[in-house]
């Protein structure tokens, strides 16, 4: 199936997912960045090809799901499903603006696209086990995905639905980790240090496997080989950094929440173009 | 058409079965029924659910959390799911992810809380739901009630069932008394006059319906005649039948196996401060943690029995 994907097209998808997340935040003056971006490549891939969807039907039955558990980084989803034409672009410009569409937080009964409403941390994963197994009993075929944030494995509701997912072999689950290696108050050391999440994961029962966050590819070939893994739920930690690919944001310690303008965004988003241009997208300081 | 049985005694069978019974019915008409219990399937009395529908039933253990959660998704992919758990885990312990992944994700999920207030008994105030309904009845859109027996469990289940949105049902899970005649049919959000009245009106709702007819003959044996009115739903609230009741009977006792704090008593009084307040006077458990003991002797100490009601109501006429 790799085969037949424009790696090249799903870079330059996850450019736009990430200069229109950036804009819309820009537009409202403040909100989720550092979070919302660093997911900006796995949602490339989901709706970039891999998630089977229907723009025109959202509530379409079989389609596959995605559960952003961290559901303040609504923008960031919000950038992917305005630009595969859920819902007109110039939504993009209203996020928590008075009577929108698109608030912080993901919210399933006023965006189309949404597949489950999220905001408290852990929910969205026991949400997401749900809908597997919902869609099991109805013997649909149909894969579910969920994003949680790497700080908010902290919630115990995290391990439940692993614990449930493994325990009803849910191989049509696949869970995904944003490891941008940062929480709200600040790095996850500095915290509530996870550990090793990957083998967490799989002490738990799950196929468990780690890429390369910002990479296309790599999250592409990742879920791909996950889905030949029959009997156990999938986790696929990315391995990533908060607020990748906005430089003004990244450089930022505290990068959770931010305040700043759409003239900010605009350079940003000359900066992911350059990048783009010489070959350097995402940029980004790795030390992997 | 409602009719309360001659006598009211004992119902030969338990409240749980009743419930497992109706929605086993229920779910052979319905595939998008399907069941979570949290490892507590022998005391809810879902057992039998599990054996007639296998794939539809799921005790994914002790985790309450994880429950409430996954109802919300699997009713977001089309299906009904059911809850069971003790109230005070029903309501208490998973209140953000009913809010989140239920109630605000506009999901068609039914919670089940066993062990409804003294109920509980021997399992003491660590498990003795107080402010189950009352922690409902704040949420957003959603209906709480509570059946008062066997019969009225197996003509609003199917209710339960067409409702869309999140419903809490709250129920003792052993003994219960039989109040009304098989065949007696209600309707989910209309309160019940069960006995006519015209010196006050003594509202209840699920064990307390039992005390406030017993409340309501001794108060006839001292000359006062007391209206009994079952209020099941306690939201959406039967404000008309509250409204109706203070006009033509001047006073008025709420009854409840639950705190006074924003229960029954209190969705009462909102009622009648908005409308046109009479006296009135609320019996339930007063700002208190439940304890550990025979339920009869529980009803004693919070002040739940028959007599309690019908002081109460004396005390009230005093002030109409």
């Given at each position: 199936m790799s085969e037949q994907v424009n790696f090249e097209e799903l870079k330059r998808f996850s450019a736009e997912i990430r200069k229109e997340t950036v804009r819309a935040i820009g537009y409202a003056g403040f909100g989720h960045i550092g979070g919302s971006v660093s997911i900006s490549d796995v949602l490339a891939v989901l709706y970039g090809g891999m998630m089977n969807i229907d723009p025109s039907n959202p509530?379409?039955?079989?389609r596959d799901r995605l559960v952003?558990?961290?559901?303040?980084?609504g923008p960031g989803l919000y950038a992917a499903l305005a630009l595969k034409g859920f819902?007109?672009?110039?939504?993009?410009?209203?996020?928590?603006?008075?009577?929108?569409?698109?608030?912080?937080h993901a919210d399933g009964q006023k965006t189309?696209?949404?597949?489950m409403s999220t905001g408290?941390?852990?929910n969205g994963a026991s949400s997401a086990v749900g809908i597997a197994l919902g869609s099991r009993v109805q013997g649909r075929d149909n894969y579910t995905y969920c994003i949680v944030g790497d700080g908010e494995t902290n919630e115990g509701e995290v391990w439940e639905a692993a614990e449930t997912a493994a325990a009803l072999k849910l191989d049509h689950f696949v869970l995904f980790v944003d490891?941008?290696?940062?929480q709200l108050d600040g790095r996850l050391e500095d915290i509530l240090d996870p550990g090793d999440l990957e083998e967490k994961f799989r002490a738990f029962g799950f196929d468990a496997r780690t890429v390369k966050g910002y990479d296309t590819e790599e999250i592409w070939k990742g879920i791909e080989e996950a889905k030949k893994v029959e009997g156990k739920p999938h986790v696929i930690i990315l391995d990533t950094i908060k607020g990748l690919g906005i430089d003004f944001a990244e450089a930022e310690?505290?990068?959770?929440y931010m305040t700043f303008d759409i003239e900010k965004a605009e350079e940003a988003c000359a900066e992911i173009d350059r990048r783009l241009a010489e070959g350097t997208y995402p940029g980004g300081d790795f030390k992997w | 058409m409602v009719k309360v049985c001659d006598e009211i005694k004992v119902s030969p069978e338990e409240m749980r079965a009743a419930y497992c019974n109706a929605l086993i019915e229920e779910a052979k008409k319905n595939p998008k029924i399907v069941t979570i219990d949290c490892d507590l399937m022998n005391s809810c009395g879902t057992k039998n659910f599990m054996k007639e529908f296998p794939d539809r039933?799921?005790?994914?253990?002790?985790q309450e959390q994880n429950a409430a959660g996954m109802a919300g998704g699997m009713a977001s992919t089309g299906l009904i799911p059911f809850v069971h758990t003790f109230a005070v885990f029903a309501t208490r312990r998973i209140y953000d992810q009913i809010f989140m992944s239920c109630a605000y994700a506009g999901q068609n999920v039914k919670i089940c809380g066993c062990d409804a207030g003294v109920s509980a008994a021997y399992n003491g105030g660590t498990h003795m739901a107080f402010e189950d309904m009352g922690l409902m009845r704040t949420m957003a859109n959603i209906t709480v009630l509570e059946p008062s027996d066997p019969v009225m469990m197996r003509c609003l289940v199917p209710q339960v069932v067409a409702k869309e949105g999140v419903v809490y049902l709250r129920m003792p899970r052993k003994k219960v008394y039989q109040i009304y005649e098989e065949g007696s049919e209600f309707t989910l959000g209309k309160a019940e006059i069960i006995r006519d009245g015209s010196d006050i009106t003594l509202i209840a709702i699920g064990m307390e319906v039992r005390q406030a007819m017993e409340a309501a003959k001794l108060l006839e044996a001292d000359g006062i005649s007391a209206r009994v009115v079952d209020?099941?739903?306690?939201?959406?609230?039967d404000a008309e039948c509250i409204n109706k009741c203070a006009k033509e009977t001047g006073a008025i006792v709420t009854c409840e196996n639950q705190s006074i704090v924003n229960g029954l008593g209190s969705a009462v009084a909102e009622v009648l401060v908005e409308n046109d307040p009479v006296p009135m006077g609320r019996i339930g458990v007063q700002d208190e943690f439940g304890e550990v003991g025979p339920q009869d002797y529980l009803e004693e100490r919070f002040g739940l029995k028959a007599e309690h009601i019908a002081a109460k109501a004396k005390e009230v006429l005093k002030r109409k």
């Open positions: 509530k379409w039955e079989d952003l558990s961290k559901g303040h980084c819902f007109p672009m110039d939504w993009l410009k209203t996020v928590n603006k008075p009577g929108t569409n698109l608030p912080s189309p696209g949404v597949d408290s941390l852990g490891w941008n290696k940062k310690e505290f990068n959770h | 039933a799921f005790n994914i253990g002790i209020m099941f739903t306690l939201k959406p609230i």
